[in-house]
């Protein structure tokens, strides 16, 4: 089994700035894409972030220029720092990633979440 945990998540002032970490564990030959997802309270999960494994990026055109997301393949962890942060940005954030757990087959996994509340 493989598992995703969330942490660094927590109580921060608007302009404020956290970092999360997901770190993978289990069963694991490598893992492909990870990514960043939040979700607001009454709102649908949304794309955050997302960073191949040889470290291509992409992010939602709200968080362009204050988050930065990032990975160390060796330590089986995904990061993602947030700056600028604004109350717009409160949400539970969740972790993804495609993991190898062999050579032939791709599953995709979800964290359980860490919460992100920006007080203004």
């Known amino acids: 089994q493989v598992q995703l945990v969330e942490s660094g998540g927590g109580l921060v002032q608007a302009g404020g700035s956290l970092r999360l970490s997901c770190v993978a564990s289990g069963s694991i030959l490598s893992i492909n894409a990870m990514g960043w997802y939040r979700q607001a309270p009454g709102k649908q999960r949304e794309l955050v972030a997302t960073?191949?494994?040889?470290?291509?990026?992409n992010y939602a055109d709200s968080v362009k220029g204050r988050f930065t997301i990032s990975r160390d393949n060796a330590k089986r962890t995904g990061y993602l720092q947030m700056n600028s942060l604004k109350p717009d940005d409160t949400a539970v954030y969740y972790c993804?990633?495609?993991?190898?757990?062999?050579?032939?087959?791709?599953?995709?996994?979800w964290g359980r979440g860490t919460q992100v509340t920006v007080s203004s």
């Open positions: 960073i191949t494994r040889a470290g291509t990026t």
């Open positions: 993804n990633a495609d993991v190898r757990p062999t050579t032939w087959e791709t599953v995709n996994y």
